[in-house]
């Protein structure tokens, strides 16, 4: 590795609105003060979420490049030229850490290809702490990111998913669009067996949140509101 090179920051944010000192550790607010160059979603709510980890870093001095939906990848290989030159560059997520279950893995790798140094930083992760707070199994864990959104296929998914869990023991975590949530929880109570547990975490880190863990059969008399609020969902057969 040499030595002239810059470094990318795997920069988390927050999972919500909430108090960034409340989740963020000292270096993520010491790390964006000393960058210039960062790599987001989204700009503007890239700009806000750095005023609000450090309200007093000037805006007029970010270098934003974007990897949102409209990107064109094709200019990604350039967003790390400043590497190059020795300039450090954060990639900063839209929400909690960057690169799992975000676009920003595509930056990671060519990082890896041109010998630039990476350096993740510790901050909330939305699959893990719902995994620690779940009561499932923490040692073998699948994350599966989105199912399936027709019913057919979604149940031959969700079916294959148990068969998997109880043969293996094996704790299957999943996504979902936030306005489709209680359809989905409304799915797992009819094709999942009675005797599955599952847990569904929302809202994580935030003043609203929800993590509770049931059988199936249990789930049947809880009708929590999922909608448009940000849920993990994870499931452990036997």
Same mark, same amino acid.
């Given at each position: 590795?040499?030595?002239?090179?810059?470094?990318?920051?795997?920069?988390?944010?927050?999972?919500?609105?909430?108090?960034?000192?409340?989740?963020?550790?000292?270096?993520?607010?010491? %790390?964006?003060?000393?960058?210039?160059?960062?790599?987001?979603?989204?700009? $503007?709510?890239?700009? #806000?979420?750095?005023? &609000? !980890? @450090?309200?007093?870093?000037?805006?007029?001095?970010?270098?934003?490049?974007?990897?949102?939906?409209?990107?064109?990848?094709?200019?990604?290989?350039?967003?790390?030229?400043?590497?190059?030159?020795?300039?450090?560059?954060?990639?900063?997520?839209?929400?909690?850490?960057?690169?799992?279950?975000?676009?920003?893995?595509?930056?990671?790798?060519?990082?890896?290809?041109?010998?630039?140094?990476?350096?993740?930083?510790?901050?909330?992760?939305?699959?893990?702490?719902?995994?620690?707070?779940?009561?499932?199994?923490?040692?073998?864990? %699948?994350?599966?990111?989105?199912?399936?959104?027709?019913?057919?296929?979604? $149940?031959?998914?969700? #079916?294959?998913?148990? &068969? !998997? @869990?109880?043969?293996?023991?094996?704790?299957?975590?999943?996504?979902?669009?936030?306005?489709?949530?209680?359809?989905?929880?409304?799915?797992?109570?009819?094709?999942?067996?009675?005797?599955?547990?599952?847990?569904?975490?929302?809202?994580?880190?935030?003043?609203?949140?929800?993590?509770?863990?049931?059988?199936?059969?249990?789930?049947?008399?809880?009708?929590?509101?999922?909608?448009?609020?940000?849920?993990?969902?994870?499931?452990?057969?036997?």
């Amino acid at each position: 590795m040499t030595n002239n090179k810059g470094v990318l920051y795997l920069i988390p944010t927050t999972l919500g609105p909430s108090n960034p000192l409340g989740v963020l550790p000292i270096t993520i607010k010491q %790390t964006i003060d000393s960058l210039d160059y960062f790599i987001v979603e989204n700009e $503007k709510t890239a700009r #806000k979420d750095i005023k &609000k !980890i @450090s309200p007093d870093k000037e805006q007029s001095s970010l270098n934003l490049s974007s990897i949102g939906k409209h990107s064109d990848h094709k200019e990604y290989e350039s967003y790390l030229d400043v590497c190059l030159k020795g300039v450090s560059v954060g990639l900063l997520s839209e929400a909690g850490v960057p690169a799992v279950a975000d676009p920003g893995a595509e930056i990671v790798k060519i990082a890896h290809s041109k010998n630039i140094k990476v350096v993740p930083l510790v901050g909330p992760s939305s699959i893990i702490l719902a995994l620690m707070a779940s009561g499932l199994n923490g040692q073998n864990f %699948t994350f599966n990111g989105y199912l399936p959104i027709e019913k057919q296929d979604r $149940k031959k998914e969700l #079916k294959s998913l148990e &068969k !998997i @869990s109880a043969n293996e023991g094996k704790s299957q975590i999943f996504i979902e669009t936030p306005y489709r949530n209680d359809k989905m929880l409304e799915d797992l109570k009819t094709f999942l067996q009675p005797n599955t547990m599952l847990c569904v975490a929302c809202d994580i880190t935030l003043d609203t949140e929800y993590i509770r863990t049931l059988s199936i059969n249990d789930w049947k008399n809880e009708k929590p509101k999922l909608h448009k609020r940000p849920t993990i969902f994870i499931f452990q057969s036997s």
